[in-house]
């Protein structure tokens, strides 16, 4: 079975501050795929990226930037020069070939503060 | 827009009192899901469907029945309410099915509370 594993419950920064989410993830599946979803304080939840497991390379979209690292089984996610509007729930969330699922973290609560 | 819809967004009701969460998405997907959300445990699956009267048990099913008579609907139903189905819950569908890694989109959830 699959699994996923936030150990970060809660983090707070200050502004301006990098932020660092850590994933690892557990499949016997060799095809398989991440994500992250950010919950707002609003409570939806936002897709924020996909990746699939043959595609080691690091993402970078604005301030958000993804590590996939395979050989630890880490899907990490940073936040470069956090802002308030950044302060969410974000999870992590993985699904492979064996399942119509996804699979989620238990989810890490960012706050920023000014 | 494209987008799944979830009614209602708010509800408080007692124990042993049937209720219904409408689920609707204007995407066309095949793919459907409800995933309830519980402090420290992320979201669970409850039932999922890949089409049109084809519905599966995911990881929590018990207490629920969901129906899937129409492509775009997808209603979870609570039969006899308990105070441990007070939960957030959240209503999915993706183009295909998830196993393809098709991104799952998520309609804006629904409040429960059972008193």
């Known amino acids: 079975a699959q699994k996923v594993t936030q150990a970060q419950t809660e983090i707070s920064v200050v502004e301006k501050e990098d932020v660092t989410l850590d994933c690892v993830y557990e499949?016997?599946?060799?095809?398989?795929?991440l994500f992250w979803y950010k919950q707002p304080p609003s409570g939806e939840l936002v897709f924020l990226i996909r990746?699939?497991?043959?595609?080691?390379q690091n993402e970078i979209s604005g301030r958000y930037s993804w590590n996939f690292q395979k050989s630890t089984s880490s899907f990490n996610f940073t936040i470069t020069a956090s802002q308030v509007v950044d302060s969410a729930v974000y999870f992590c969330?993985?699904?492979?070939?064996?399942?119509?699922?996804?699979?989620f973290g238990a989810g890490t609560t960012v706050t920023v503060r000014a | 827009e494209a987008q799944v819809t979830q009614n209602p967004r708010y509800l408080i009701t007692v124990t042993g009192k049937k209720l219904t969460v409408t689920c609707s998405q204007n995407?066309?997907?095949?793919?459907m899901s409800w995933y309830r959300q519980d402090p420290g445990l992320g979201l669970r699956q409850i039932y999922y469907?890949?089409?049109?009267?084809?519905?599966d048990k995911g990881d929590v099913p018990e207490g629920y029945k969901v129906s899937r008579k129409e492509k775009r609907n997808f209603p979870l139903i609570l039969e006899s309410p308990s105070p441990n189905q007070t939960s957030l819950y959240f209503c999915?569908?993706?183009?295909?099915?998830?196993?393809?890694?098709?991104?799952?989109?998520f309609g804006p959830g629904t409040r429960l509370t059972v008193l």
């Open positions: 999915a569908s993706s183009l295909r099915r998830v196993v393809g890694g098709d991104t799952q989109y």
């Open positions: 499949t016997r599946d060799t095809t398989y795929y």
């Open positions: 990746r699939n497991s043959f595609d080691e």
């Open positions: 969330a993985l699904s492979d070939s064996n399942d119509y699922k996804l699979s």
């Open positions: 995407m066309n997907h095949e793919y």
């Open positions: 469907s890949m089409n049109v009267e084809v519905t």
